[in-house]
């Protein structure tokens, strides 16, 4: 890219590191603060998309798997979809989930802190007319059983719309950090974390199969080439924090974290991060979108 500036040899400042249990390292507030405006701004550009080409009743429960902070849900979600008069909101992440409640309240939003690949409450079944995913499909290792399970709670002729990554330098970054002597021990069985699509060379052909296998119509399955905007580095940075898994983040010393986010920096620039000499980054990725309806 033309007008790119090598910051490699540069300083960085040094983010610590909050422990949790949960298995992603829960900082909702500096997640929100530091996302990227132009994932916000694609979703809901998607989001409308779709919206206009499904078809809708007057009141309609849907339900919103990994909405995180709560942003997206309250903000675009529910702005783009009048119809919904019911919205419920799942993520992993008790933490999460409580500063969900109490920032993106809303009257027609139920936020849970519930997995639903491990279970889901029987009432469900056969309850919602639309279940969305934005940016949370790809902590999904087992794909033909979230695809079984939406299928048992969407309502016949119900659809599934999944907006979020393939493939992206940050899968890189921990792939190669296992290999590095100084990381390796830290970043054990990362692959957990790693989703399928990431390696598949036709991940979107995979999905049709398996759509189809698990009951549904597959309307548009596509991916391409897209990017990230960050202001700066260090809001790259403040916000692969608050991604990277628990069980590593805890693990880091904190005499090591300067050093951790050196290498990480290094990793980001060798594997699709671009810096300008204004300090913007762009982040370098692959999207993917699938929008499915459930046969009757």
Not at 113 to 118: N, P, S, V
Not at 155 to 167: E, F, I, N, Q, R
Request: glycine share 6%; net charge neutral; proline share 4%.
């Amino acid at each position: 890219m033309a007008g790119c500036l090598d910051l490699r040899g540069g300083k960085l400042k040094v983010y610590h590191l909050q422990k949790s249990t949960s298995r992603m390292n829960p900082k909702p507030s500096q997640y929100v603060s530091n996302r990227p405006k132009s994932d916000v701004d694609w979703i809901q550009s998607r989001l409308s998309h779709y919206v206009s080409e499904m078809t809708w009743s007057n009141e309609e429960v849907g339900l919103d798997f990994g909405c995180g902070s709560g942003h997206v849900t309250k903000d675009v979600l529910l702005s783009c979809c009048p119809h919904l008069t019911k919205i419920i909101a799942l993520d992993i992440q008790p933490v999460v989930i409580e500063y969900a409640k109490q920032t993106y309240n809303h009257e027609n939003i139920e936020y849970m802190a519930l997995d639903i690949m491990e279970r889901t409450p029987q009432k469900w079944d056969k309850m919602f007319h639309k279940i969305f995913s934005f940016f949370s499909f790809h902590f999904v290792k087992d794909c033909r059983k979230f695809l079984n399970t939406v299928h048992c709670l969407l309502k016949p002729g119900g659809y599934l719309l999944v907006l979020g990554v393939a493939s992206t330098p940050l899968f890189y970054v921990w792939s190669e950090m296992s290999t590095m002597e100084q990381w390796q021990d830290y970043f054990k069985n990362v692959e957990k974390h790693i989703p399928a699509t990431h390696m598949w060379k036709n991940p979107c052909g995979e999905f049709v199969k398996l759509a189809k296998e698990c009951g549904f119509h597959p309307i548009t399955i596509s991916s391409g080439s897209a990017f990230h905007v960050y202001g700066s580095k260090k809001q790259l940075l403040e916000f692969y924090e608050t991604i990277l898994p628990e069980e590593i983040v805890k693990q880091i010393p904190n005499r090591l974290l300067e050093k951790f986010w050196e290498d990480s920096w290094l990793l980001f620039l060798k594997h699709g991060v671009y810096c300008e000499f204004n300090g913007t980054v762009f982040c370098y990725y692959t999207n993917f979108e699938m929008y499915l309806q459930s046969k009757n």
